[in-house]
């Protein structure tokens, strides 16, 4: 039988009932290569009369894809974030799935205590998606289209389904962005 050795654990990491630190989940699961998606969705004006609504955006690497029937996608979210609260409201978002020229796109929508929504998307060449009505950004490998189709609360995120309603291929033949412990990668062609 195989020795088995422990490891001490400090007595300030604070540890989960299953004895998991915080810090041990996330050095395991930044081990794990993730493509980059940018979500986004248009909030609509609060009165018909009133003044136009502003355009969110957060970068996401927890996406995937759920179904092919129905075309199913899954994002989770941190539960009480702008775009949590605002697909809590709007059922019409896009995911842009981003190239490794978009570095700086993935950086500038997943800052801590970053400026407004409005202002990042100040000199962001996009387009208006025809279904959603929410930026895509120039030059992604692809984009989709959705509906919300689910909610469902998962610990301190929300997972969102959505039912993808449209699909293009800006730049199909570009390479994918990555993260890979806790940065942002190229990968090599």
């Known amino acids: 039988m195989p020795k088995t050795t422990s490891v001490?654990?400090?007595?300030t990491v604070s540890l989960h009932p299953e004895g998991v630190s915080h810090d041990e989940f996330r050095a395991a699961l930044s081990r794990l290569a993730a493509g980059v998606c940018l979500v986004t969705a248009h909030e609509p004006p609060l009165a018909e009369d009133g003044p136009r609504g502003e355009d969110v955006g957060m970068t996401a690497t927890a996406f995937l894809s759920v179904s092919l029937d129905p075309p199913l996608v899954l994002v989770s979210l941190r539960e009480g974030s702008r775009m949590d609260d605002l697909l809590a409201e709007q059922p019409l978002w896009a995911v842009s799935l981003l190239a490794?020229?978009?570095v700086q796109i993935a950086s500038r929508f997943s800052m801590k205590g970053r400026i407004s929504?409005?202002?990042l998307f100040a000199d962001l060449p996009y387009e208006r998606g025809e279904v959603s009505g929410a930026p895509l950004p120039a030059g992604a490998l692809a984009t989709l289209e959705c509906r919300t189709e689910q909610r469902v609360p998962a610990g301190d995120h929300t997972?969102?389904?959505g039912r993808v309603?449209?699909?293009?291929l800006p730049a199909p033949d570009a390479a994918p962005l990555a993260y890979f412990r806790g940065r942002y990668r190229r990968l090599a062609p």
């Open 165 to 168: 309603l449209a699909s293009s």
């Open 100 to 102: 490794d020229h978009q």
């Open 117 to 119: 929504d409005r202002l």
């Open 8 to 11: 001490p654990v400090p007595t």
């Open 159 to 161: 997972l969102v389904i």
